[in-house]
């Protein structure tokens, strides 16, 4: 190998050590750059509809207000198939409906216009168990009883595909009364659309 390699090879080293050697500095930068952030409001964050969850910030702007836009039916179903995060938490999907839920009313729709229909299937099914078999499987309370009561007294009607319930080896009797069964998800989706109801997949 020529001397002016090894110079090269001796140049590229100390230049990426060097920057290695800087990293730390580089990241604990970039982490207080992001940890400063500016102090909300009280009222910044709120759920109006759905209380506890969901929480929203809304911003009252015409285009595309569903409160305000001619014909909107207002229907929508969602299909919920992950069972994201901390399973002591409530299902993120569950909470996405309670968004949705809380910016239509807050944008000035009445919650008796809203045709909401949440379809809880494959991954997801546990978010729809009762309280002993959730205590039994993961040793504390099923935290998504509280939010699916919230998501009906709103009108939301929340249903488990029993497909889902007899592919995860469950009895049909351990999903919580609070939910409806039906014959599966895609069926369930599929129906709903051809009446109209627009899909949501969360």
């Avoid at 009445?110 to 959730?134: C, G, R, Y």
Wanted: proline letters at 5%; charged letters at 20%.
């Amino acid at each position: 190998m020529r001397p002016a390699s090894y110079i090269v090879i001796a140049a590229l080293a100390g230049f990426v050590g060097g920057n290695v050697l800087q990293l730390p500095d580089l990241v604990d930068k970039v982490s207080d750059k992001f940890a400063d952030k500016k102090s909300e409001p009280a009222d910044f964050w709120s759920t109006p509809a759905i209380e506890g969850y969901g929480k929203i910030h809304f911003v009252n702007v015409p285009d595309y207000n569903p409160a305000t836009t001619p014909g909107l039916s207002n229907k929508i179903v969602f299909q919920i198939n992950r069972n994201e995060g901390d399973v002591r938490q409530p299902n993120l999907g569950l909470e996405r409906v309670a968004r949705v839920t809380n910016l239509y009313y807050a944008a000035g729709v009445p919650l008796d216009q809203l045709k909401f229909v949440v379809s809880i299937n494959s991954d997801a099914v546990p978010a729809a168990l009762n309280n002993e078999q959730f205590r039994k499987t993961y040793g504390t309370d099923n935290p998504n009883l509280k939010l699916i009561d919230e998501l009906k007294k709103a009108g939301v009607k929340v249903t488990i595909c029993d497909q889902s319930v007899a592919f995860h080896q469950l009895e049909r009797n351990w999903i919580d009364t609070r939910v409806t069964h039906t014959l599966s998800s895609g069926t369930t989706v599929a129906s709903l659309q051809n009446e109209g109801y627009a899909f949501l997949m969360l």
